[in-house]
């Protein structure tokens, strides 16, 4: 098999693993299941992933990556960093708040008391990846004089994620709350980056 034809039928896969799981719930989400609504093999699967915790850690990380792929781009392009911070939560809460996350979430948290491989996965992908570019960003934001020159970085980064989110995610995974629709994600990236201006904006 091609690396192109293993690729798409590697997201065939994850994606029947994913609707299995909104179903099912992770506990009850085998192997064998996936492999029966995916029409692969059981055998493929394991030589593909070794487990289901493997499985659903591929997905996390396949799903962070358009977050970071924009950021890179956008710090390795040398882009206006204000309009970058202005667009990211859109694409933050678009990764983050719709219902493949929600199950993704509430997933991690089931795991997070056999194995924490999932939870682990997540926070890796957020905190040591994505957080770590916003961190990036804002510093660039310093250095160009759009914020103060004094700013924390990692400061303003965590007061811009707090903005951003609030306990959306929270009240998602207790079922609460629903995937947010795109008119919420505008008004909510909106509101971030006003706010997040308010706060570190070089009045000069």
Known sequence: MSDKKQA???RQIESAALELLAVKGYRKTSMLQIAKRASASNQTLYAWYGNKQALFKDIID?????????????????????????SLGIHLLRFTTDSKAIT???AAITDATETSVLAEAIDSVGRNEVFALICSLMDDLAKRGTFG???????????YISLLFGEV????????????????????????????????????
């Open 62 to 86: 396949l799903n962070g990556r358009a977050v970071r792929g924009f950021l890179k781009h956008a710090l390795n392009e040398h882009e206006d960093p204000l309009q970058v911070l202005k």
């Open 104 to 106: 993704m979430n509430r």
């Open 149 to 159: 020159l004094d700013l924390d970085a990692e400061d303003a980064a965590n007061s």
């Open 169 to 204: 995610q929270m009240r998602q995974a207790l079922g609460v709350m629903l995937p947010l629709t795109e008119e919420e994600i505008h008004e909510r990236a909106v509101r971030a980056f006003e706010l997040t201006c308010r706060l570190y904006k070089n009045p000069n």
């Open 8 to 10: 798409q039928r590697r």
